[in-house]
């Protein structure tokens, strides 16, 4: 950790020519900038020097504008093969790809501090096995940690099930480790009480999109710059996915594209599609689907959908009733849809409905969403209105957590809609995909166990375990929590923690002793009773789930401490290269996983590095939008390592799925659902593989399905949570500087200077209505936090919506607050307030309904309710130390 | 290697030092008025074996308080005429993080953006006392506090010029935070 107290330095070292060149790309956000890092001993005195015969960039300084300039927090020291060495890690300024001439965020521009130097705020990196006694985490071997966890497991899944044991893991943490994980968690302990950092339940986070046939990823970065017109959906992908908008999106925004925002907080990429001729869509909270559906009727109104798209790519009754040859009514588009309310026949059944539902007159869309109506047409006319000469405008759709977390299923099932009737997915700068918000780095070593979930949808068939209410029931006995917070990352957080307080600490099986045996009989007396024994496996001791409530801690080893492989949200591959030493005893989440499954018995795991596994999990994912299987080909031709081969493609990667061609040299996919490309007629030859979604969809016909979105099976739910008095809505997202739990930001002197706690946004009618000024510590708080007792409980269909719920008395309503520092700002949307998403000592999504969406499985984490109350003045009021309150709109 | 000599423990003692604030302390208490000297040492390449250089900001006359108007910029070249050292003093009219003057509100900045060199002349805003948007990547800089990034991807703060006042004559004597496309403020 780290105060705001940060001085600048004056000066940094430059590398020599002779600095080690080692490519990476960046750990954080979806868009994984090319990076390089400069590493050279610090014994010897043997820093470059200003002349570009005397410095590894080859450059002069001081150097040009976007330049090989290294600021101060692009420096660090690492210890390398044991020695101190010095490394300056910035963005490749040659690469060809993603940030192109070497852009960055100021995420990934200062990653060089994420590095572990024990000088620096990172000296708190879990460096040795812990365990509690005598309840205090203290180093342990690895020996002893791993057998005392392996007894413990082993005992819990065979006494009380494998559901007992479960696994909540990061689900992108690179290629490797997530292989490793999934192999262990679903093939050998086969687990159903498994699930990823940001969903109670292992489901699909677009539902609408899975049904209708599109990938979240299909579409590659240039053809977010090519759109003619773009809606972009929750999100400003300026403060969460930088380069994609400043090296993508705001050179089509210059050329004239069209570009609206969705998003109740004009944050600077809203401000910039502004000024240059975008339109803001300041939507209430959940208002989303009335808005969406609203342009589609004024598009249906007046025909100007791509009626011979349609007519070649969205299915007829016939198609909408096809199965996969299981027969009709089996496939999971089809089953969420057993009772009539998403079905077509095509898309005039489809149109027939939309114009039949009042709710979408655009003048009660905008109502409820509190926009000015003008713009709903404006939105049609630009999206879909052809020109004098019969062209239309190329029109692309672009959706993230703002908006599929506020209506999981309707939002989704709206936009896909909207997306087929426009003619947009499936041509170039005519795609529909998310954002992203964390990199892809998930290949699955085994098959989720559904039909071991006890819990069901509506019908027959059975729903991903919910692991947050399974966990309230006490039927987790052993959690193994990796890479996440676990708690403040859902929902209704308090009221976690307190459970998790309830079957730990408060259990009364606690450790206090120093024998073997007897630690592991406590620890299996625990789980016996009822309680939960827990191991959490990260970089850092996280608050409360490591330093709180957890037995066992295994330390890991990340980016840049072993070598791994990853995608972005272009599906673009590439190696990011180990080149320091991880601290102390700290292992890659593979090791650990694979030493605790063979002292449990299992076989599989007998990898000696971290190639060994990428080549292991190639084959699982043949047919997946990131398929390596052929590179590993190629690398075994040419007798190498996969880790090797894909290292010689750089920063530049290679974009999934691969290909390889006769002469064994390998092609990457720009995009998918491509319906321009033609494949080889004569089909895949060798290893290849040709999935569908290369040229179709992902649908049971290859054609979309075009579904009705009913905003009543949402509506219930959004009246009840609607700010009733002087509430306000509450939501929550990213910040530019901060990224996820803030696990390095906090540990960055300058990033706590400029956020030293969460923060606020409250707009200037309702601070002067409540008396509050920028800088005002505040309380958020509400005393009517739904959460669910159980998993959802019905028996008919009406059963399953949260009217069903509170009839059926499965809703508890408890008290939560929240702090932070009032930012009172014109960016954000009059009556909604807005705080970072996940402060771990200051989570929002305590304040956000622990309540699935009922078709999908997922939270809508961005629709909940908090008074506000002034506590006294933050010490940053004040003080010019550190924060901001100047508004994030300027342009 | 470049060692700061007047550093809150060394303050006292280090050769040069004008005054009692250090950089630390300076950004610790919002200061005022202050001085700061850099001694730099070997920065030389590596083969090579130069003596030790000795660099020191210097004291630079740059305007008079009182032809200073609220939000009028006024622009000047600091720690040198060389590249990158185009500054901006301006007058905010609201106390500032080492605002000089009586009302503490005279502030001085490098003009550069701190991500990757954008030129932010003529950027100034009035009504939020920032600089910015930046034309390459739209960064924007708060000049009442130290000129904290805002909204955007610099790496770190806008470099700050501190400043003197003697009489009504207002002196650049030093700066905080590395200037952009330089390795070092003084040597470039």
Known sequence: ?891 | MTHEINSSDTASRGPGTKCGLSRRKFLLTSGTATATVMVSMNHAGADSHMPATVATYPRKKIATLSSLQTDVPVEFDYPDEGEYSSSVLVKLGTEAGGGLGPDKDVVAFNHFCTHQGGDLSGSYKGETKSLGACPLHLSTYDLTRHGILISGQAYQSLPQVLLELDGDDIYAVGIFGLIFGRHDNLQG
């Open chain 1, 1 to 891: 950790m780290t105060t705001p107290y940060y001085i600048p330095e004056t000066n940094v070292p430059l590398p020599p020519k002779d600095a080690d060149v080692i490519t990476t790309a960046c750990d954080y956000c979806i868009v994984a900038c090319g990076y390089k890092v400069y590493r050279w001993p610090v014994a010897g005195n043997h820093d470059g020097g200003p002349e570009a015969d005397n410095n590894a960039f080859d450059e002069d300084f001081p150097v040009a504008p976007l330049g090989s300039w290294v600021a101060p927090n692009q420096h660090n020291i690492v210890m390398h093969d044991g020695n101190p060495h010095h490394v300056v890690i910035i963005p490749d300024k040659d690469t060809e790809a993603v940030n192109t001439n070497g852009d960055s965020s100021l995420r990934g521009g200062c990653i060089a501090q994420k590095c572990y130097n024990p000088q620096t705020p990172t000296r708190d990196r879990l460096s040795t096995p812990l365990m509690r006694m005598w309840g205090i985490l203290q180093p342990v071997s690895w020996d002893f940690a791993l057998d005392v966890a392996a007894e413990v497991a082993n005992h819990v899944r065979r006494k009380h099930g494998a559901n007992a044991y479960g696994v909540k893991t990061f689900s992108y943490q690179y290629i490797e480790n997530t292989y490793a994980i999934s192999k262990y968690a679903l093939r050998h302990i086969n687990t159903a009480n498994f699930t990823f950092h940001d969903t109670p339940s292992d489901v699909s986070s677009t539902p609408g999109f899975r049904d209708a046939g599109f990938d979240n990823f299909g579409p590659s970065y240039e053809d977010w710059m090519n759109a003619e017109t773009l809606l972009v959906c929750g999100t400003d992908p300026y403060e969460t996915k930088t380069i994609l908008f400043t090296q993508w999106m705001m050179p089509g925004i210059q050329n004239g594209q069209k570009c609206i925002m969705m998003n109740p907080r004009r944050t600077a990429g809203v401000a910039y599609a502004e000024a240059n001729g975008g339109l803001w869509l300041d939507v209430n909270l959940g208002t989303d689907l009335l808005v969406v559906n609203a342009i589609a009727r004024v598009i249906a109104e007046n025909g100007w959908q791509d009626a011979e798209w349609i007519k070649k790519w969205v299915n007829n009754k016939w198609g909408s009733n096809s199965g996969f040859g299981q027969g009709t009514r089996n496939t999971p588009w089809q089953w969420r849809t057993t009772w009539g309310k998403f079905q077509t026949d095509g898309y005039d059944d489809w149109a027939k409905w939309l114009l039949a539902q009042d709710e979408f007159t655009p003048e009660n869309a905008a109502k409820v969403a509190g926009i000015d109506v003008q713009k709903i047409y404006t939105a049609a006319e630009w999206m879909a209105k052809p020109g004098a000469d019969g062209t239309r405008p190329k029109t692309s759709i672009m959706i993230e957590k703002g908006f599929y977390w506020s209506n999981n299923t309707g939002n989704t099932m709206a936009i896909s809609a909207l997306a087929i009737q426009v003619g947009a997915g499936g041509r170039p700068g005519q795609v529909v995909g998310r954002a992203g918000g964390h990199q892809r780095g998930g290949v699955r070593g085994g098959k989720y166990p559904r039909n071991k979930s006890p819990m069901k949808v509506p019908g027959r068939r059975r729903r991903a375990l919910d692991t947050d209410t399974w966990t309230m029931s006490g039927h987790t006995r052993m959690a193994h929590v990796i890479g996440t917070t676990w708690i403040q990352s859902m929902c209704g957080s308090q009221q976690l923690a307190r459970r998790f307080e309830e079957l730990t600490v408060q259990n009364p099986n606690q450790v206090m002793s120093f024998d073997k045996q007897e630690i592991i009989d406590t620890l299996k007396a625990r789980a016996d009773s009822g309680g939960m024994v827990v191991i959490n496996q990260d970089i850092y001791l996280v608050d409360p789930i490591g330093n709180r409530y957890a037995d066992i801690i295994f330390p890991a080893a990340t980016w840049g401490e072993d070598t791994f492989m990853r995608a972005n949200g272009e599906r673009r591959l590439r190696v990011y290269n180990k080149f320091y030493d991880a601290p102390g005893e700290a292992k890659p989440d593979w090791w650990i996983i694979a030493q605790l499954a063979k002292k449990m018995g299992f076989d599989g795991f007998d990898w000696e590095n971290s190639n060994d596994v990428a080549e292991e999990s190639a084959r699982f994912s043949r047919g997946s939008r990131k398929d390596f299987n052929m590179i590993k080909m190629a690398a075994i031709r040419e007798g190498k390592t996969l880790h090797a081969k894909l290292g010689e493609f750089g920063t530049n990667g290679i974009q999934g799925p691969v290909f390889m061609d006769d002469d064994g040299s390998l092609r990457g996919t720009k995009r998918l659902h491509d319906t321009t490309l033609s494949l080889s007629e004569t089909g895949p030859t060798g290893s290849n593989m040709f999935n569908k979604k290369l040229t179709h969809f992902n649908s049971q016909t290859g054609r979309c399905n075009i579904e009705k979105s009913p905003w009543s099976l949402f509506s219930d739910y959004w009246e009840w949570m609607s700010p009733k008095d002087d509430e306000l809505w509450c939501t929550s997202g990213r910040t530019n500087e901060r990224w996820q739990s803030g696990f390095d930001d906090r540990r960055r002197p300058y990033i706590v200077q400029r956020w030293p706690d969460n923060y606020i946004e409250i707009h200037p009618d309702d601070a002067a209505a409540r008396g509050i000024e920028s800088g005002d510590l505040l309380m958020a708080y509400s005393d009517r936090v739904p959460s669910l007792k159980e998993t959802t409980l019905g028996i008919e269909g009406d059963d399953y919506s949260f009217t069903g719920q509170m009839r059926n008395d499965n809703v508890e309503l408890s008290k939560a607050a929240v702090t932070g520092v009032a930012m009172v700002t014109r960016h954000i949307k009059k009556g909604i307030i807005y705080m970072d998403f996940l402060h771990t000592s200051q989570p929002a999504n305590a304040l956000e309904g622990r309540i699935v969406d009922w078709i999908s499985g997922n939270y809508n984490y961005k629709i909940g309710v908090a008074r506000l109350k002034k506590i006294g003045e933050s010490p940053h009021k004040h003080s010019f130390r550190s924060m901001s309150f100047a508004p994030r709109d300027i342009i």
